[in-house]
């Protein structure tokens, strides 16, 4: 299937044509859906505190986040692109004729074109927006009233003038303040100073980045570096990565042949979120707070978050500091009946290890190993929010090909909904993941988990693309959250709704919860 010089580019990305041909047989194959055994709902896999209890966790982790490296870890490679789609469509329909007025008049919905200029001077990047179209002679107040949209497009989305559409999200400016606008990840940064900083006031911030965009981000960081250090009293220290070529995946076309470039080079696709198990695996630190890069709050609403975000840390804290304790107890192996019962009533109740119904047959030898090999693996807290109708994943019971029943993070596209059976149980689901992680990626003799080891590959994704008006599959790995953590210790826990506030479309930074008071 591969020529000589095929070998050297699949070499040459760290790839292996054994890999290539696993790729392959996944297109052929494809995978199978996600069998779910119920939701995760409250008392039944998503833990729910009294407001006593968070505070005693909240002060649990103040007390003791000094005795730990601790870093917050933002995928912010994502392009903001996606963000313009219906000022795309209009700007290439749109000729100011009296039809095409009415019709931007007729939808006003929250995100039309109509919202998006009729409240475009809430935006935060308005100023700058008008003043660098002013440079240039052009007025924009002129040309909102004179329904003359589309130079205004030009100057906001094209390198005519802000470039906002060839820009990361994370260099969008998300927030208006008194001094000046904030980009998301400035705010990251004011997040990270409160949260992911440690005894020494070390900062610590890593950041998934596209090739392209990562001297962009290198220059916003530091740029404001000096202006948050002294407003926190902390030293950031900022981490850039990219996702691994050697995580691509070949395109193949509907009938599952290697997609070719124009050149004659076989083409390869990034391998979606899911990759980036890579890069945590290569991050020195301990304790890693995971959170998207268009999910953040303005300062007035991030006290919530600051709570639940030392909520999820403190009971992190708590539970791997028991399991550690456990470990080394079954590591010795001079284990009494009633401390090996206590480690299985702990593994099940508050680490929701299912433990089989053989285990009862079990001798002491088996037990200790069974319940050794359950508890030596990475943990993670998962914050989840009540489904208010957002899209996106959520938390269920899942049985596995072994028949083990573990809690997983379980995307739409994961699911039957052909199957009535499955379709039920999705309806039964109250929570939704908002992507709020807290993660404890080192084993209790202080040593680093190799994270590769625990990813389910089953739990990949395979969906239709269009390029160069050819249709071609792509295939991504199992999502970082998902089967990437698929054998991970999991909690979950419910967190407000208000932790929740991403910006999907332009449109979104209108809402309250992204605007002034």
């Known amino acids: 299937m591969f020529t000589e010089k095929d070998l050297q580019q699949i070499v040459s990305k760290g790839l292996s044509p054994d890999k290539i041909e696993k790729q392959i047989n996944n297109f052929e194959n494809g995978f199978p859906y996600i069998n779910l055994s119920e939701p995760a709902t409250p008392g039944n896999g998503i833990n729910c505190y009294s407001e006593e209890e968070v505070i005693e966790l909240c002060n649990h982790f103040d007390n003791n986040y000094q005795n730990y490296e601790i870093l917050k870890f933002v995928p912010a490679s994502g392009a903001a692109s996606r963000m313009f789609k219906h000022l795309f469509e209009f700007k290439y329909s749109y000729d100011r004729s009296d039809n095409e007025i009415d019709k931007y008049k007729d ?6 074109v109509y919202n998006f200029f009729n409240n475009i001077s809430r935006f935060p990047f308005f100023g700058k927006l008008k003043k660098i ?10 040309l909102l009233s ?3 949209f589309i130079p205004i497009l030009d100057y906001f989305i094209t390198d005519k003038g802000l470039n906002y559409a060839s820009l990361p999200k994370g260099l969008l400016l998300f927030h208006d303040y008194p001094d000046e606008p904030r980009t998301s990840v400035e705010e990251h940064m004011v997040e990270g100073a409160k949260y992911s900083t440690d005894k020494n006031k070390i900062s610590r911030v890593h950041l998934t980045v596209s090739k392209e965009h990562q001297s962009r981000f290198e220059n916003k960081c530091e740029e404001k ?20 070529e050697s995580t691509d995946i070949i395109a193949v076309t509907p009938d599952n042949t290697p997609v070719r470039n124009n050149d004659g080079t076989l083409l390869f696709r990034p391998g979606g979120h899911g990759a980036l198990i890579e890069n945590l695996n290569d991050l020195n630190g301990e304790i890693v707070f995971i959170k998207n890069i268009d999910n953040i709050v303005p300062d007035r609403l991030r006290e919530t ?23 080394d107890m079954l590591n010795d192996g001079n284990i009494l009946p009633d401390e090996l019962k ?16 053989a285990y009862g047959g079990y001798d002491d030898i088996e037990k200790i190993d069974f319940l050794y090999n359950k508890l030596n693996r990475p943990i993670r807290i998962c914050g989840m929010v009540k489904n208010e109708g957002e899209p996106g994943g959520g938390p269920f ?28 149980i999705v309806s039964g689901a109250t929570h939704f993941n908002p992507v709020d992680l807290v993660c404890g990626v080192k084993n209790y003799k202080g040593e680093n988990f190799d994270l590769k080891d625990y990813v389910d590959p089953a739990t990949g994704f395979i969906s239709t693309k269009s390029q160069g008006g050819k249709t071609l599959k792509a295939q991504e790995l ?4 998902n089967g990437a953590m698929a054998d991970w210790i999991t909690v979950f826990v419910e967190t407000p709704i208000i932790t929740f506030n991403p910006v999907k479309t332009i449109n979104d930074l209108l809402r309250p919860q992204h605007q002034p008071e």
């Open 305 to 327: 978050t600051y709570t639940y975000k030392k909520l999820i840390g403190g009971l992190l804290f708590k539970l791997q500091n028991r399991t550690f304790r456990f470990l």
């Open 342 to 357: 206590s480690i299985e009533d702990f593994a099940r109740n508050d680490l929701n290890i299912s433990i089989p119904d």
């Open 225 to 244: 570096r000096s202006k948050y250090e002294n407003m926190f009293g902390v030293k950031f220290n900022i981490e850039f990565s990219q996702q691994k």
């Open 107 to 112: 939808d006003q919905s929250f995100n039309s």
């Open 133 to 142: 179209m002013a440079e240039d002679g052009l007025n924009i107040d002129d």
């Open 397 to 424: 019971w899942v049985i596995g090909n072994d028949d083990n029943i573990s809690l997983q993070i379980v995307e739409s596209s994961q699911m039957n909904m052909e199957d009535k059976h499955q379709k039920e």
């Open 478 to 481: 199992p999502g970082l959250w």
């Open 146 to 148: 004179n329904y003359d």
